[in-house]
Every structure is written in structure tokens, then in C-alpha cells.
């Protein structure tokens, strides 16, 4: 039984951290292409109705579409920090300050030397 708790925190951990990185690639994508790309599409529009080539109803499908793009990064801001949430209350381990979520004290999240070192069998 102990055993196979272990392996569903170990199951919700993985699924947590893809959910984590997952959000993650969709905010970097928002935010270095799509939410640019809608803004430039604005801008083109905001001109084109200033210069009476475009129309009334262009310019707020395109003012519609950069917000629709900057609520998607919104999102995908919130789906990360959420999953962060999620990961921090399995691991019990407030990420940001290194402290345990129980007791407060802080912890490490890198291996010691202690254990990095490789075993050794004791002399006789």
C-alpha cells in the first residue's frame, strides 16, 4: 500500500510538471509571437482606418483578435503558476523560498555532496 501511494505522488508529480511546462511553452509562444504578431495586425489596421482605407468593423475585429491573444497569455500565465501551486503542495516545498510548507524550515533542492558520492564498501 505504501508502495503504490508512492507511486501515484510519483505519477501526480510527472503529470504536474508537464502540465507546469506545457503552460509554460504556451506563455513563451504568446508572448514572443502571437501577442506581437497581433499587435502589429492592430497597428496595421489602426492605420488603415486612419487613413480611411479600412474599415470600422476591420479595426475592432483586429482590436478583438490582440485581445483575445493577451487574455491567452493571461491563461497561460495562470495554468502555470497554478501548476507550480500543484507541484509545491506534492513535493511540500514552497519553490520560490526553499522552505518546507510544514514546518517552515528551509531545504535544499540540490544534492549534497553527501549524497552525491558514490558508494563505497567498508574497509575491513
Known sequence: MYRQKKF??????????????????????????????????????????????????????VQRTLLLARLGLAEARAAREQSLASIEAL????????QNLKTGQSVSLTPTDKENRTPTMPKI
Open 8 to 61: 501515484d505522488n510519483a505519477s501526480a508529480i510527472i503529470a504536474a510538471l508537464y502540465t507546469f511546462r506545457n503552460s509554460e511553452r504556451q506563455a513563451i509562444l504568446y508572448e514572443n509571437q502571437i501577442v506581437p504578431a497581433a499587435m502589429h495586425a492592430f497597428d496595421l489596421s489602426r492605420q488603415s482606418y486612419s487613413a480611411g482605407t479600412g474599415t470600422f468593423i476591420d479595426l475592432n475585429e
Open 91 to 98: 513535493i511540500g516545498v514552497d519553490i520560490e523560498t526553499n
